[in-house]
Each structure stands twice: as structure tokens, then as C-alpha cells.
């Protein structure tokens, strides 16, 4: 397989992904391809014409045939979070788009690595799982990686320290009920659990201003997108060049905490493969049951949607 991806919706998440990819030279290929053959050709003209600005990456408006040499598929196509609107609101529309695009996508490439950056990305990452349940491993969504780099962002503005240097997670669930990891987050060496200069008072607003960030986003203009497409050509990356990276990802548990058959994100080594392994962190008590709250509630919906619509 080449050092190629194929992208699943051609709007402003999927096309700024093509972008950040474009801009650090990450693949050779990028095909991108959409129901809407008007945007996904404007959206490829367009990201050609960065090409003699940065490097010589192929973007071309694609087909499923593109997933035959490529390495990884990435879905980002379905209905958008509208303003007010939870994630988690979302599930069955995308639901139904998910189960149409998925099965096309390993029809021409078994051995593909898929990403899913739709949302709700827990439900629809396990919902892929449960079509491809052989591919548990090599099927992943991009979960909390993007709030945990708002909850490292503000804790650098708090603490006047490069966010690189900051390791800190938000987990669970990428919507209302993910929880802040604070046991074990640091900086250099420093726990920031027992650090003075961040009061009980600082952490909880750090993690609500997190946690709502999209919202806030959303709100003033409709949609987020700049981020995501950083932190999804950052996982690409991982990916393709087999970094083993850890990174809290939404893949599917099968035990670990004493939780079963859902997806929600945790800390995994992401590789070539996908999910390579699995890192079992200590939690603390409170964070342990903002784990199992995370569950439940992604449970709850998962078994409420209708899988024969």
C-alpha cells in the first residue's frame, strides 16, 4: 500500500484535514471523495493550487476504488453538530450514513486502518467495530485527542508554559460526560494534581472551558474545524509512519477497568495498525467513576440505535 489516504467527506472537516496534511507533507496521495461532486472537485482545486507553496502531495477527487492502495481511510462525512445540539443528538442519522460508507471501504481494502472522526465518534467507532468485528484493532476514532489538546492549551495559559510540555488527558467520552485525568498529569516532572498555582477553583474552569469549547465555537460560527483537521493529520502521521504513539483515542474496551464492548477513549499505542496496545493508567476514584459514567451513558445510546434503519 502506498503512503496514501482517502478521505470520506469532502466538507470543512474533511477538507481541512486534506489540508493540514498538505501543509506538513504527511502522505503522497490524498483522495478525497463526496456525494456532493461540485464541492469535492472545488475543494480539490483548490488544495492543488497550496501544492507549489509547500511540496508535491497528489490530491485528487477520488472514488472507493482509491481505498484498494491505501493506507488508511478516514470518515468524516455525515450531519454537523448544530448549534445547542449534543453530540450525541447526532447518533442516528450518522449512523445510517456510517453503515452505508464503512462496508465500502474494507470491500476494497481488508487490511485498510480506518479513522473515525464523525460524530457521535464513540458510538459510530463501535458501530463500525460491530460491522467489522475481525478489525477492532485496525478501527479508530479520534475520541478525546482534540479535548485534551484544549485541556493542555489552557493549562499552558494558566501556567505561562509551552502546551508540548504538558502531559494531561481528558478521557472518556468525546462529549458532556469526559472527565479530566489530574492524577496523573504533569508537567516536566511536576505533578499538577499537587501543584499550588493551579487552585481547585483553576482546574474545574480549565475543564469546563474545555469541555464546551466546541460548543462556544459552534456557536460563533457554525462549525469547528481547524483543530480537528490538525489533530486528525497528527494521528495520520502516527499512522502511516508507525510511530507507536500514545494517545488517547477512541477504540474499543474489552475489560480493562472492568469495562466491556464500548468505545470510549483511554490512553492506546497507535501504530501502523491502529491500536497496537493499550496503557493501563492509575486513576483515582473520582476519575474511575467519571469512567464508568462515560460508559454507561455511551451504552445507553449505542443500544438505542435502530441498526436496521
Not at 216 to 240: D, E
Amino acid at each position: 500500500m502506498k503512503n496514501k489516504i482517502t478521505i470520506i467527506g469532502a466538507g470543512m472537516v474533511g477538507s481541512t484535514i486534506a489540508h493540514s496534511l498538505v501543509m506538513k507533507e504527511i502522505a503522497e496521495e490524498i483522495a478525497l471523495i463526496d456525494v456532493n461532486e461540485e464541492l469535492v472537485e472545488s475543494q480539490v482545486m483548490d488544495l492543488q493550487h497550496v501544492i507549489p507553496f509547500v511540496g508535491q502531495t497528489d490530491v485528487h477527487v477520488g472514488t472507493y476504488d482509491d481505498c484498494i492502495d491505501s493506507a488508511v481511510a478516514v470518515v468524516t462525512c455525515g450531519a454537523a453538530q448544530k448549534p445547542g445540539e449534543t453530540r450525541l443528538e447526532l447518533v442516528q442519522k450518522n449512523a445510517k450514513i456510517l453503515k452505508m460508507v464503512v462496508p465500502q471501504i474494507f470491500e476494497k481494502n481488508p487490511d485498510i486502518t480506518l479513522v473515525v472522526v464523525t460524530n457521535p465518534v464513540d458510538i459510530l467507532t463501535h458501530l463500525a467495530i460491530s460491522l467489522f468485528p475481525d478489525k477492532r484493532d485496525r478501527i479508530l476514532g479520534t475520541g478525546t485527542l482534540l479535548d485534551s489538546a484544549r485541556f493542555r492549551h489552557l493549562i499552558g495559559q494558566k501556567m505561562d508554559i509551552n502546551p508540548k510540555s504538558i502531559h494531561a488527558y481528558i478521557l472518556g467520552e468525546h462529549g458532556d460526560s469526559e472527565f479530566p485525568v489530574w492524577s496523573t498529569a504533569t508537567i516536566g516532572n511536576m505533578r499538577l494534581g499537587t501543584c499550588t498555582r493551579l487552585s481547585d477553583a483553576d482546574k474545574d474552569a480549565i475543564f469546563e472551558d474545555s469541555k464546551n469549547a466546541a460548543y462556544t465555537i459552534i456557536k460563533g460560527k457554525q462549525s469547528t474545524y481547524y483543530a480537528i483537521g490538525a489533530g486528525t493529520a497528527y494521528l495520520l502521521h502516527v499512522i502511516l509512519h508507525n510511530r507507536k504513539t500514545v494517545l488517547p483515542v477512541s477504540h474499543l474496551m474489552t475489560g480493562e477497568y472492568d469495562i466491556n464492548d464500548i468505545c470510549l477513549s483511554m490512553p492506546a499505542v497507535v501504530g501502523k495498525r491502529g491500536v497496537v496496545g493499550k496503557m493501563c493508567i492509575d486513576l483515582s476514584q473520582k476519575e474511575q467513576e467519571g469512567l464508568k459514567r462515560s460508559a454507561s451513558i455511551l451504552k445507553e445510546v449505542y443500544d438505542q440505535i435502530d441498526l436496521n434503519e
